[in-house]
């Protein structure tokens, strides 16, 4: 956690992250979960390249391949027995079943948002994400909402108002996004287990049907991994590292450094999936897209101005402590 007075003075001591690690680590830290942002935004432009594939049959190797980048993980990394721990935890095997499946029909709908080339909503979803999580909070943990959170909600309410009533009906894509990620991580918060110990786990459960689903679309007429070309199967299997590296360079940087900061790189990706959709795939940003992500952005600089006012002001408390 960041330190310091009332009127910083040029000399003023960082003291780094609440997790007492020092500055240089959670330098390295910022540009791991930067990284991690970066590469997130960046798969829009590797999921365009397997349009030519059945969103179910990219899911299923990404899935598949997961399994394979996240066990050799485990085992370079020495962590088999965490992993055994989380495997004989009924509360985190049922937790984390639940997860799976949120997350596989997460992943479902970005491949499908892809290559239906709605990149836009895509990135609208993962801008109300954050939001979302807001809302969980006061559901869920009875948390209460201070004046600039719910006005946030608020705006972004009506940004997805304004677009609902311009294009006639829900933009589907966006909610499912924004809504199945934020329950996603609040249950893999609440269920305390290790990311990629969990992450295991999650595509071990999914493998079954994925198995079964390239077994059944290769009965029936074919698959991309057993009649497509050498470059088609290199970017299928891909699909683990794509999944795997960006969660573990953020989970490494989230460890390091503060939380505000970490919220406020959280942008990052569906900013560049917003810059990628407009300007590398053409898709129309009109004016009500503009209304709409102007309404959400202003509701998440509020939402991110009061995150840091309050951070401030436990720093403040906890140094006249």
Known sequence: MVERSD?????????????????RDALIGGFAAAGGYFF???????????????PYEVLAHRTIWSVVLTLALILVFGRWKSLVAALTNTRILL???????IIGSNWFVFIYSINESRVLETSLGYYINPLISVLIGVVVLSEKLTRAQIAAVALAAAGVGV???????????????????????????????DPLEGLLIEVLMLSPFALAYLWIAEGEGGTAIMH????????????????????????????????????????????????????MYG???????????????????????????????????????
């Open 95 to 101: 937790t984390l079943f639940a997860t799976s499946l």
């Open 40 to 54: 997130w935004g960046l798969t829009v432009i590797f999921y365009k390249q397997l349009t030519h594939v059945l």
């Open 163 to 193: 677009i609902t009533f311009e294009i006639g009906t829900l933009p589907w894509i966006s909610l499912f996004l924004a809504v199945t990620f934020a329950i996603y991580g609040y249950l893999r918060k609440v269920s305390r287990v």
């Open 283 to 321: 898709e129309q940003l009109t004016d009500t897209h503009l209304m709409t992500f102007g309404l959400i952005w202003a509701g998440l600089a509020l939402f991110s101005w009061d995150t840091w006012r309050k951070e401030k002001e436990l720093r403040r408390v906890a140094k006249a402590v």
């Open 228 to 279: 497509g070309d050498l470059w088609t199967l290199f970017l299928l299997a891909l699909t683990g590292p794509m999944t795997t590296i960006p969660l573990f360079l953020f989970n490494y940087g989230a460890q390091r450094i503060r939380l505000a900061t970490l919220g406020l790189m959280q942008y990052f990706a569906p900013s560049i999936q917003l810059l990628i959709a407009v300007t």
């Open 7 to 23: 009127t910083p003075a040029p000399e003023q001591k960082i003291e780094g992250p609440a997790f007492g690690v020092d500055d």
